[in-house]
C-alpha cells in the first residue's frame, strides 16, 4: 500500500476538471489521478500533461455506473487506504437550443448531476482520510434557480435541518413535475442544469453537516464552488475564463491548509464564501 497522499478529479480529460488535475499536479504533494468514462480520452489526456512534464495516473470512472464508481472506490482503499482529496466535477448540460423535451433533460441533466454525484460522495466519504478535503463543482446557475423557486421551495432549500433524503424526494419530484409540464406551476425554474445545481449545493451543505457530527475531530472539509464561466465544450467560446482560471477556485478549496476549519458546507465563488 502507497503511503502517498491522493487526490481524485472526476470528469477530468477535458475543460476544468483536465485544468484541476494540471493545476494539482504542480502544486499538490501527492499522487494525482485523472479519471474519465472513456479509457482512451483518459490516457490520452494523462500523456499530453507528460508532454507538459506532469505526471498524472489514471483510473477508469464512470459516475453513472454504481459497478465503475465500486471499482473505483476498491482501488483508492487498497492501494492508499482511502483518499485524501476528491474533486466532484463530472457534469452534463444541454444547450440552450437542443429541442430534446424538458421532461428527458431534466432526468437526465439530474441523473449525472445530482444523483450520480450524491452517488460518489457516498461511496467514497467512508474513505475519506482525516484531515481530507471533498469539492462540488457546482454553479452560481444554482443560487440563480434557487432565487427562480418558490417561497416555500426556497425556505427548505436554505433550511438548516433539510435531510439528504427529503433533498433527494425534492429532487425526484423536479423530474416529474418537468415529465408531467407542471414544474413551473409548481414553483420550479425552467432550467434543468440550474435545479441539478441548487440540489448538488444544498447536497454539500448537508454532507458537511453530518461531517461535524459523525466524524467531528477528523477535520474533513467538504464545500461546493463556481469556477465561473469558463470556455469549455459544456459552456461555449465566448465565456469569460480560460479553464486554467476556472479551475483556481477548485483548487483553493481542494489545497486548504491542515488544521483549517472553515470554509466548510459553503458555497464558493473566486475563493469566496458566497451567500445562499
Same mark, same amino acid.
Given at each position: 500500500?502507497?503511503?502517498?497522499?491522493?487526490?481524485?478529479?472526476?470528469?477530468?480529460?477535458?475543460?476544468?476538471?483536465?485544468?484541476?488535475?494540471? #493545476?494539482?499536479?504542480?502544486?499538490?504533494?501527492?499522487?494525482?489521478?485523472?479519471?474519465?468514462?472513456?479509457? !482512451?480520452?483518459?490516457?490520452?489526456?494523462?500523456?499530453?500533461?507528460?508532454?507538459?512534464?506532469?505526471?498524472?495516473?489514471?483510473?477508469?470512472?464512470? /459516475?453513472?455506473?454504481?459497478?465503475?464508481?465500486?471499482?473505483?472506490?476498491?482501488?483508492?482503499?487498497?492501494?492508499?487506504?482511502?483518499?485524501?482529496?476528491?474533486?466532484?466535477?463530472?457534469?452534463?448540460?444541454?444547450?440552450?437550443?437542443?429541442?430534446?423535451?424538458?421532461?428527458? =433533460?431534466?432526468?437526465?441533466?439530474?441523473?449525472?448531476?445530482? %444523483?450520480?454525484?450524491?452517488?460518489?460522495?457516498?461511496?467514497?466519504?467512508?474513505?475519506?482520510? *482525516?484531515?481530507?478535503? /471533498?469539492?462540488?463543482?457546482? #454553479?452560481?446557475?444554482?443560487?440563480?434557480?434557487? #432565487?427562480?423557486?418558490?417561497?416555500?421551495?426556497?425556505?427548505? %432549500?436554505?433550511?438548516?435541518?433539510?435531510?439528504?433524503?427529503?433533498?433527494?424526494?425534492?429532487?425526484?419530484?423536479?423530474?416529474?413535475?418537468? =415529465?408531467?409540464?407542471?414544474?413551473?406551476?409548481?414553483?420550479?425554474?425552467?432550467?434543468?442544469?440550474?435545479?441539478?445545481?441548487?440540489?448538488?449545493?444544498?447536497?454539500?451543505?448537508?454532507?458537511? &453537516?453530518?461531517?461535524?457530527?459523525? &466524524? *467531528?475531530?477528523?477535520?474533513?472539509?467538504?464545500?461546493?464552488?463556481?469556477?465561473?464561466?469558463?470556455?469549455?465544450?459544456?459552456? !461555449?467560446?465566448?465565456?469569460?475564463?480560460? *479553464?486554467?482560471? !476556472?479551475?483556481?477556485?477548485?483548487?483553493?478549496?481542494?489545497?486548504? *491548509?491542515?488544521?483549517?476549519?472553515?470554509?466548510?458546507? =459553503?458555497?464558493?465563488?473566486?475563493?469566496?464564501?458566497?451567500?445562499?
Amino acid at each position: 500500500m502507497s503511503s502517498s497522499k491522493v487526490a481524485l478529479v472526476t470528469g477530468a480529460n477535458k475543460g476544468i476538471g483536465f485544468a484541476v488535475v494540471r #493545476s494539482l499536479c504542480k502544486e499538490y504533494s501527492g499522487d494525482v489521478y485523472l479519471t474519465a468514462r472513456d479509457v !482512451g480520452r483518459g490516457t490520452a489526456a494523462v500523456e499530453s500533461l507528460k508532454k507538459e512534464g506532469l505526471t498524472a495516473l489514471f483510473h477508469q470512472l464512470d /459516475i453513472t455506473d454504481p459497478r465503475s464508481v465500486h471499482t473505483a472506490r476498491d482501488f483508492f482503499t487498497e492501494q492508499y487506504g482511502g483518499l485524501d482529496v476528491l474533486v466532484n466535477n463530472a457534469g452534463i448540460a444541454f444547450k440552450v437550443a437542443d429541442t430534446t423535451p424538458f421532461g428527458i =433533460q431534466a432526468d437526465v441533466t439530474l441523473k449525472t448531476n445530482f %444523483f450520480a454525484t450524491r452517488d460518489m460522495c457516498n461511496m467514497f466519504l467512508p474513505i475519506i482520510k *482525516p484531515g481530507g478535503r /471533498i469539492v462540488n463543482v457546482s #454553479s452560481e446557475m444554482g443560487s440563480v434557480s434557487l #432565487s427562480r423557486c418558490s417561497p416555500e421551495l426556497q425556505a427548505r %432549500f436554505r433550511s438548516d435541518d433539510i435531510t439528504e433524503e427529503e433533498l433527494v424526494g425534492l429532487m425526484e419530484r423536479f423530474v416529474r413535475d418537468a =415529465q408531467e409540464g407542471v414544474h413551473a406551476e409548481r414553483g420550479w425554474p425552467s432550467t434543468a442544469y440550474g435545479v441539478s445545481k441548487t440540489g448538488l449545493t444544498t447536497l454539500t451543505r448537508i454532507l458537511a &453537516r453530518n461531517l461535524l457530527k459523525e &466524524r *467531528p475531530g477528523d477535520e474533513i472539509l467538504c464545500n461546493a464552488c463556481c469556477p465561473g464561466w469558463v470556455r469549455t465544450d459544456m459552456a !461555449g467560446p465566448n465565456a469569460t475564463k480560460s *479553464p486554467d482560471e !476556472g479551475a483556481v477556485t477548485p483548487v483553493y478549496l481542494a489545497l486548504l *491548509p491542515a488544521g483549517a476549519k472553515e470554509p466548510h458546507g =459553503q458555497f464558493v465563488s473566486e475563493k469566496k464564501v458566497q451567500p445562499w
